[in-house]
């Protein structure tokens, strides 16, 4: 009962929420080959009640591609409709605790929701030693599983892939994925993806400052879903923290203002900007209106004020 009318409160959300954004949720957007849906927008690796860690699925012809795997990811995918089971390929931009904290749980839940088919990963470096000593801490779950309920091994599934340089990740039958280094210090490597389906093409930036090798990965992209950050609203959020100081100084210097977002959506000439990964996420001082308006200051495209679970 809990569950059915948590489901209900979620959807009418998404779908008040897509409706103010002036995108169609629902069976509209299933004519679309190339699906996109936002499973976490909040920045930041402190729970929140209001939003998910950042996470979003692609979904090309039914088939998944996880970005990122904020805390919760396993759990917003079956929210979203996409059974975690059909997990095929997932990456992380950046290992950075709000994007991976779930990286190893997605494999583990995935499996145990009847995963049985190979899942590749893709990431910074090091990504192969955490997927093995997460397989390791998670011997005892795995191998009774496994004894006791009849599983496949879930450990030859999963094939991680450590990337290093910039350029195209992975091509398949359908999407060609490629990447780009951004400017997120004091972590490197650490990237922007983009996902050129057959109907349409999906940049996700990942966590970055305002970075000119985003601009050349978006360009012409039909959707530039990008990080943001309120930057008059970031001394109310450090206020509430104690390494305050330090926090701010990585929050300017390592993410972009939400202005700055609207100025790369417009050098890259992509159709919509969807913002997403909120800095802060909870200010109630925030509306989403303040969020539009600054984007759109130097953006004419549509903006779309991201929400968890919300399809575009
Ligand atoms: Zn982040
Ligand atoms: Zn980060």
């Known amino acids: 009962m809990l569950t059915s009318r948590r489901r209900f409160v979620l959807g009418a959300g998404v779908t008040m929420?897509?409706?103010?954004?002036?995108?169609?949720?629902?069976?509209?957007?299933?004519?679309?080959?190339?699906?996109?849906?936002l499973l976490g927008t909040g920045g930041g690796p402190r729970p929140r009640k209001v939003s998910s860690a950042p996470a979003q699925v692609i979904v090309v012809d039914d088939v998944p591609y996880v970005v990122d795997c904020g805390n919760g990811v396993a759990r917003q995918l079956v929210f979203a409709g996409v059974s975690p089971a059909r997990l095929r390929h997932v990456f992380v931009t950046h290992h950075h605790s709000d994007h991976n904290a779930d990286y190893g749980n997605l494999l583990l839940l995935?499996?145990?929701?009847?995963?049985?088919?190979?899942?590749?990963?893709?990431?910074?470096?090091?990504?192969?030693?955490?997927?093995?000593?997460?397989?390791?801490?998670?011997?005892?779950?795995?191998?009774?599983?496994?004894?006791?309920?009849?599983?496949?091994?879930?450990?030859?599934?999963?094939?991680a892939h450590e990337i290093t340089q910039p350029g195209v990740v992975l091509q398949d039958e359908r999407v060609k994925v490629t990447s780009a280094l951004v400017d997120h210090p004091p972590v490197t490597p650490a990237f922007a993806y983009r996902f050129d389906g057959p109907d349409?093409?999906?940049?996700?930036?990942?966590?970055?400052?305002?970075?000119?090798?985003?601009?050349?990965?978006?360009?012409?992209?039909?959707?530039?879903?990008?990080?943001?950050?309120?930057?008059?609203?970031?001394?109310?959020?450090?206020?509430?923290?104690?390494?305050?100081?330090?926090?701010?100084?990585?929050?300017?210097?390592?993410?972009?203002?939400?202005?700055?977002?609207?100025?790369v959506a417009a050098a890259a000439g992509v159709k919509t900007l969807?913002?997403?990964?909120?800095?802060?996420?909870?200010?109630?001082?925030?509306?989403?209106?303040?969020?539009?308006?600054?984007?759109?200051?130097?953006?004419?495209?549509?903006?779309?004020?991201?929400k968890d679970l919300m399809e575009i």
Not at 17 to 37: D, E, F, S, Y
Not at 125 to 133: H, I, N, Q, Y
Request: charged content about 25%; overall charge neutral; some cysteine.
């Open 17 to 37: 929420a897509a409706l103010l954004a002036g995108v169609t949720p629902g069976p509209g957007q299933g004519k679309r080959r190339t699906r996109l849906i």
């Open 110 to 159: 995935a499996w145990a929701s009847g995963l049985r088919t190979r899942v590749d990963t893709w990431g910074p470096p090091p990504l192969e030693k955490m997927t093995r000593l997460f397989f390791e801490m998670n011997a005892y779950d795995i191998d009774t599983r496994i004894a006791d309920e009849g599983r496949g091994p879930l450990v030859p599934l999963v094939h």
């Open 200 to 263: 349409r093409s999906i940049v996700i930036s990942g966590d970055t400052n305002r970075c000119d090798a985003l601009v050349k990965l978006a360009q012409g992209a039909d959707v530039l879903v990008h990080e943001v950050l309120f930057v008059s609203a970031v001394d109310r959020l450090v206020a509430r923290v104690p390494n305050a100081i330090t926090l701010k100084k990585h929050l300017i210097d390592s993410h972009t203002a939400v202005e700055d977002a609207g100025r």
């Open 274 to 306: 969807v913002l997403s990964h909120f800095v802060p996420s909870d200010d109630p001082l925030l509306t989403d209106q303040m969020w539009r308006d600054a984007a759109k200051a130097h953006f004419s495209g549509e903006v779309i004020v991201g």
